[in-house]
C-alpha cells in the first residue's frame, strides 16, 4: 500500500507549478472581483528564518481563501534589498554587498518557492535595482517640487564608532548604538528630511477609518507616535531683547504660576539669550552645553536624574502678572519641540517642582487641586472677572504644599492666584486665558506633535542615491527626471568603510559633475536614502513592476490598491506603516492615487520563540527553517504555524509539534487514497451523520478564516477527518458518498495550509491540477439544520398540527409556532382561550370556551 512521503509529494508538485505558474494575475479579461493581499517582503539577510515561514505561511492562507471564494487575487513578493547588514558584511569580507545580497535573494528565493506561497512570481522587485530605486529617485524630485523634500542643519544622533547617523529606534535605552555598542552623541549635520509633520493631522485622523480592521495596537502605537498635544502658544517680553519668546503649553490656565522660563541648552535661543551676559554665565554655559551635546534623549528625559541648569541673567516677564520671570537653560528641555522653551510651573509640574526645588525658585499654587470641579459650574461675577472679588484663601492643611511634598498638583481643581480665571475649572479658566491671550495679541491655540520630520540621509554605500547636485554657489539643483535613475557607481576602489561621511564622496568621477544648468562644476549629492523610503511605496510598484516609463500605472493603481489585506510583523507597526501612509497621502494630493491610506486592512503575526524566548544567534536557540522543512515537510511546518493559536500570539516551537501536524496530514492523504468511489458519483446520498459534518464545516470555515481563526478551522478539518475515518473503517465503507464528498472539503480546506498535500489528494480523487483555483463548495443549508423532533398541538384533547422543530425549542417559542398553525386557528374559531398547557418540545394543549 502507497504512504505518505511528504518529499516525494514536494518533489513531484513543484516542478508542476512551476510549469502552470496558477497564481499569475496579468489577464486583463479577467472579469471576477479582486483582491490585493501581501505580506511584508522580506530583508535578503541569509535564507529564510522560522519568522518568515509563519508570516508567509499565514499571508497564504488568506491569499488561497480569497481564490477559492471566486476572486482574483493579486499576492506578489519581492525583496527590500538595500541596507546595512549588506554593507556590513561586504566590509568584513572585503566583497561588493551586490554580490552577497543577491546571492542572499536566489537562496530566500529558492526556498520560499518550495514554501509554495501562492505568489504570483512574474511581479518579483528587488529595491536594489536601478530599476526600482530610479522610480525613489523620481518620488523624492516630486516631493522636493512641492516643498515637502528640504535639507536643513540639525542635531542627529551620531555613532562615534560606525561613524554614520543613526534614527531613534537605533539608539538603546541605555544611550548606545543598537549596533555597534559605542555611546551615541549629538551631532550637528546637514540632512535631508521629508516634511511628514505636515500630514500630522491627516495621519492621526484617517486612524479611524482602519478602527476594526486594523489591531488596536497598532493604532495606539501610531497615534502615540504623531502625539498630538492641544494647548497653546504663550509669547513672553524678554528684558533687553526686541522679539517675544514663545513657549507651547498644554496649560495656559497655570500662567499665573509660572515662575520662571526654561530654554533648551542646544536651542539657538539659549545662544542667542546668553550671548550679552557675564563672561563667567557664558563660560558655565559653554560647559553645561558640551555636557548636555555627550548625553542622550533618553537619559535628559529620564525623571530620576537630578535637575541640572544653568540661570543666563535674563528675565522674561509674564504677561498676565508683570512678574519677572528668570531665564533658566536645562536639559529636561528639547530643543526640537514646542518652540526649545517652556514656561515653569512648578506647582503643577513635576519636572518643574524638581528643578525649582533644586535652585530654589518660587512656588505659587495656582489650581487647588481639592476644590470639588463636578457640580454646579459657579455663576462668574463681574467682581470674578475682574479679579477684584475677594476669595477664600486656600485652606492651608487641604492644600498641599508642592514645595513641602515635592509633588505637583497635576489633577484637577479650580483656579487660586490667578485674577479673573479665580473659581474656573481646569477647562473653562483654559479656555478663557486663550481668549484672552488671542484678544491681546501674546498668545493664541496651538498643536504640537511629537512626530518629527522623517530624516531620511544617510552617509552609506548600500543605497538609493539622492538625485541632487549641488553648484559651486550652493544652489541644490535636481536632477532632471530624463536623467534618473542616477545609478550607484561600482564600488572599485571605494572605502566602504564608515568615516562620518558617505563613501559615494570618495567616487570622484561619480560625484564630480558638470552642473546640469550652466555647466560649472558640481557635486553630487553622496548620501543615499534610508531604506524606509523603499518599502514606503512598493506595494504600488507590485502592480506593474516592469513598467519602465512610470513608477506605477494609476489605471492598475485604480484597480488593485489599495491592498485589502497587509500581512507582517508587529516590529513595524510604527515606521514603516507611518512612511507608507504618510507616501500614500502624498500621492494621493499629487493626483496619482485616488485613495489615502495603503493597507486597509492589516493582519500582524506574533513572532516563533523557543522555550520562552526570542530566537537569536547569541542566545544559541536558533531554530532553522530549513531543518524544520527537511525534516518535516512543507506543510507540516504551515499547517503547524497555522494550529498554534491565534495568529497575533507567539508560537513558542517547543510546545508545537510539527510531528503531529505530520501524522494528522498522512491521515487525511490517506483518506483520499482510499476513497473507491468515481468523482461523478450521486451527491446527496451517503452516510447521512457525515454529509452534516461535512456541511458544517464548509459552512462555519469560512466566516472563521475572515476572522483570522485559522487553528479553530484546523481543529474542525481534523474532526471532519476522523469521521471520516471512522466511516471508511467501521461504517458505510471507503465506497460510500458521503466519504468521497468529506475526502473533498477536506483537500479544498488543506489547500489553504498544505498545499502540497492537498494537491496531491485532490488528483488521487480524479481532479486536473490545481486545487487552489477549485472553487469552496456551499454548505447544503437542509444539511444544516439540527435533527428535528415532531411537537403535538391539541385543542381541547383533539390533534390538530403536527410541528417539525428543533428539540432545543423553548417553551414560549414552542407556544408561538402552535398559535400560528392555520389548522388551530381555525379549531379554536371564535372561542376563548382559557388556559394553555406547554410541555417542550413534544406538546402543546389549548383549552377553549364558548
Ligand atoms: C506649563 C505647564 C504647566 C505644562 C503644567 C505642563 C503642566 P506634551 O503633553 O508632551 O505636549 N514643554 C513644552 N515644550 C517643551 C520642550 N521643548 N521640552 C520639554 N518640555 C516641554 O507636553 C507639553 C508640556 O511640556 C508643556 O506644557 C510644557 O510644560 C512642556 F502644570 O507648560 B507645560
Known amino acids: 500500500e502507497e504512504i505518505y512521503d511528504f518529499a516525494a509529494i514536494q518533489a513531484k508538485w513543484q516542478p508542476i507549478w512551476e510549469e502552470l505558474e496558477p497564481f499569475r494575475t496579468n489577464d486583463p479579461d479577467d472579469t471576477r472581483p479582486r483582491k490585493y493581499v501581501l505580506d511584508m517582503f522580506p530583508y535578503p539577510s541569509g535564507d529564510l528564518h522560522m519568522g518568515h515561514a509563519e508570516v508567509y505561511a499565514l499571508g ?9 471564494q471566486g476572486f482574483n487575487v493579486l499576492h506578489p513578493i519581492g525583496w527590500d534589498s538595500f541596507g546595512l547588514p549588506a554593507e556590513n558584511a561586504a566590509i568584513k569580507r572585503g566583497i561588493d554587498p551586490r554580490g552577497w545580497t543577491y546571492d542572499n535573494i536566489a537562496q530566500q528565493k529558492k526556498s520560499m518557492k518550495l514554501y509554495a506561497a501562492s505568489f504570483d512570481w512574474s511581479r518579483e522587485l528587488h529595491t536594489s535595482d536601478p530599476e526600482y530605486y530610479k522610480w525613489n529617485q523620481w518620488l523624492f524630485l516630486q516631493l522636493y517640487k512641492k516643498g515637502l523634500a528640504y535639507r536643513k542643519d540639525s542635531w542627529v544622533n551620531w555613532d562615534p564608532v560606525d561613524q ?11 544611550g548606545t548604538s543598537e549596533r555597534s555598542g559605542a555611546v551615541v552623541v549629538k551631532k550637528k549635520l546637514t540632512q535631508w528630511y521629508f516634511k511628514i509633520t505636515d500630514y500630522a493631522d491627516r495621519l492621526l485622523d484617517d486612524l479611524n477609518q482602519l478602527e476594526g480592521t486594523w489591531p488596536a495596537k497598532v493604532l495606539n502605537m501610531q497615534r502615540n507616535w504623531i502625539g498630538r498635544s492641544i494647548g497653546a502658544d504663550v509669547d513672553f517680553v524678554i528684558e533687553g531683547r526686541a522679539e517675544r519668546v514663545s513657549v507651547f503649553t498644554t496649560r495656559p490656565d497655570t500662567l499665573f504660576g509660572a515662575t520662571f522660563m526654561v530654554v533648551a541648552p ?13 563672561p563667567e554665565v557664558k563660560a558655565r554655559f559653554q560647559a553645561y552645553l558640551v555636557k548636555v551635546q555627550n548625553s542622550t534623549e533618553i537619559e535628559r528625559q529620564s525623571t530620576d536624574r537630578e535637575k541640572t541648569g544653568v540661570f543666563l541673567e535674563r528675565y522674561a516677564i509674564n504677561p498676565v502678572n508683570g512678574e519677572r520671570m528668570p531665564i533658566w537653560a536645562a536639559d529636561y528641555v528639547l530643543a526640537d519641540y514646542g518652540h526649545g522653551a517652556v514656561m515653569a510651573v512648578p506647582a503643577h509640574d513635576q519636572r518643574d517642582l524638581e528643578f525649582a526645588r533644586r535652585f530654589d525658585l518660587p512656588v505659587i499654587v495656582v489650581v487647588d487641586t481639592t476644590a470639588p470641579v463636578t457640580g454646579m459650574i459657579p455663576v462668574i461675577t463681574p467682581e470674578m472677572l475682574a479679579g477684584t472679588e475677594e476669595l477664600p484663601t486656600p485652606d492651608p492643611v487641604a492644600t498641599p504644599d508642592p514645595a513641602a511634598t515635592g509633588i505637583a498638583l497635576a489633577g484637577e481643581g479650580r483656579l487660586i492666584n490667578s485674577g479673573a480665571l479665580n473659581g474656573l475649572s481646569k477647562s473653562t479658566a483654559i479656555k478663557r486665558i486663550i481668549d484672552q491671550l488671542t484678544a491681546d495679541g501674546t498668545g493664541r491655540a496651538a498643536k504640537n506633535y511629537r512626530l518629527r520630520d522623517w530624516l531620511i540621509s544617510r552617509q552609506r554605500y548600500w543605497g538609493t542615491p539622492i538625485p541632487i547636485i549641488h553648484g559651486q554657489d550652493g544652489a541644490e539643483i535636481p536632477v532632471p527626471e530624463d536623467q ?8 572599485d576602489g571605494l572605502d566602504l568603510k564608515p568615516k562620518g561621511t558617505s563613501p559615494l564622496g570618495g567616487a570622484t568621477d561619480w560625484v564630480n559633475v558638470p ?5 560649472t562644476p558640481a557635486r553630487r549629492d553622496a548620501d543615499t536614502m534610508d531604506t524606509f523610503v523603499d518599502s514606503s511605496w512598493y506595494f504600488l510598484r507590485f502592480l506593474n513592476p516592469n513598467d519602465d516609463t512610470r513608477a506605477f500605472d494609476p489605471r492598475e493603481a485604480e484597480k488593485w490598491a489599495p491592498v485589502d489585506q497587509y500581512v507582517g510583523g508587529v516590529e513595524h507597526a510604527i515606521l514603516h506603516l507611518l512612511y507608507a501612509r504618510f507616501m500614500t497621502k502624498v500621492l494621493f494630493d499629487l493626483g496619482h492615487v485616488s485613495f489615502t491610506e495603503p493597507f486597509t486592512a492589516l493582519l500582524n503575526q506574533g513572532m516563533v520563540i523557543l ?12 531554530v532553522y527553517f530549513t531543518e524544520e522543512v527537511d525534516r518535516f515537510g512543507v506543510d507540516a511546518v504551515r499547517l503547524t504555524m497555522a494550529f498554534a493559536g491565534p495568529p497575533e500570539d507567539d508560537i513558542d516551537w517547543a510546545d508545537v509539534s510539527p510531528v503531529g501536524s505530520a501524522k494528522f496530514l498522512a491521515r487525511a492523504w490517506r483518506m483520499a487514497r482510499d476513497v473507491t468511489s468515481a468523482p461523478d458519483i450521486r451527491w446527496k446520498t451517503g452516510d447521512a451523520s457525515l454529509r452534516r459534518v461535512t456541511h458544517r464545516f464548509l459552512a462555519d470555515a469560512p466566516g472563521l478564516i475572515e476572522s483570522f481563526k485559522f487553528n479553530v478551522v484546523v481543529a474542525r478539518l481534523m474532526e471532519l477527518v476522523n469521521a471520516t475515518r471512522k466511516v471508511i473503517d467501521t461504517g458505510a465503507g471507503p465506497a460510500d458518498a458521503a466519504v468521497r464528498e468529506a475526502a473533498e472539503a477536506t483537500a479544498m480546506a488543506l489547500n489553504l495550509f498544505a498545499p502540497y498535500t492537498a494537491e496531491d489528494m485532490w ?6 491540477p490545481c486545487v487552489a483555483l477549485a472553487q469552496w463548495r456551499k454548505a447544503d443549508p437542509t444539511l444544516l439544520v439540527e435533527e428535528s423532533v415532531t411537537a403535538v398541538v391539541q385543542v381541547d384533547g383533539k390533534v390538530r398540527e403536527r410541528l417539525e422543530i428543533s428539540p432545543k425549542i423553548a417553551g414560549d417559542e414552542l407556544e408561538r409556532l402552535a398559535r400560528a398553525s392555520a389548522p388551530v386557528i381555525k379549531a379554536i374559531g371564535e372561542r376563548e382561550i382559557v388556559n394553555v398547557i406547554v410541555r417542550a418540545p413534544r406538546l402543546v394543549s389549548i383549552v377553549t370556551r364558548a
Do not use: C, F, H
Open 763 to 768: 488528483q488521487r480523487l480524479g481532479y486536473e
Open 484 to 491: 534618473l535613475p542616477v545609478l550607484l557607481p561600482p564600488t
Open 164 to 174: 554614520t547617523v543613526l534614527a531613534n529606534e537605533q539608539v538603546l535605552a541605555d
Open 515 to 519: 552642473n546640469p544648468i550652466d555647466g
Open 266 to 278: 542646544d536651542a539657538d535661543l539659549a545662544a542667542e539669550l546668553v550671548a550679552d551676559s557675564s
Open 60 to 68: 497564504d492562507i488568506v491569499a488561497r481563501y480569497w481564490r477559492q
Open 611 to 622: 522555550d520562552g524566548a526570542k530566537m537569536s544567534k547569541s542566545r544559541g536557540n536558533l
